[in-house]
């Protein structure tokens, strides 16, 4: 997600309710690159042993930021992120994205859903924890 007034080139598509987050528009990846490498580099001087990078499942809500980017375009981010965090020697963790768990499963170390309970989603993650 991307909290306007901190990096004012990162494209955005759509306000994520009130919490004053907005949709990157992840169909522009190539753009987004550079950013989010900088963003692990950070992780990393901050001798942080992992990241979990938030709201990676955008194009499964039905909101304005799903007529600008796909599950092909999501995969393809969330897969450009655990590779950055990996070439870095970081643990990644996917954070919802429950209906691409099979196929992050093994891009991910690890995967947290803060309300698998309330959405009745806890056993989505079987794929996830039997692989792990």
């Known amino acids: ?28 990846l190539e753009t987004l690159k550079p950013i989010m490498q900088s963003r692990m580099d950070l992780a990393v001087s901050k001798k942080c042993m992992g990241v979990v990078p938030d709201v ?14 796909d599950a092909a375009d999501q995969l393809a981010y969330n897969r450009f992120l655990a590779r950055q965090a990996h070439n870095r020697g ?11 768990l099979p196929q992050l499963v093994s891009d991910f170390d690890f ?7 309330q959405y009745n989603e806890c056993s989505e ?5 039997g692989a792990h």
């Open 1 to 28: 997600t991307y909290f306007p007034g901190l990096l004012s080139e990162i494209p955005v598509v759509a306000e994520i309710g009130p919490w004053g987050e907005w949709w990157l528009d992840i169909s522009q």
């Open 56 to 69: 990676v499942d955008a194009y499964s809500y039905a909101t304005n930021a799903a007529q600008f980017m």
């Open 90 to 100: 970081l643990s990644v963790g996917l954070k919802n994205d429950v209906e691409q």
């Open 111 to 117: 995967a947290v859903n803060e309300q698998c309970r």
């Open 125 to 129: 993650y079987s794929t996830f924890t």
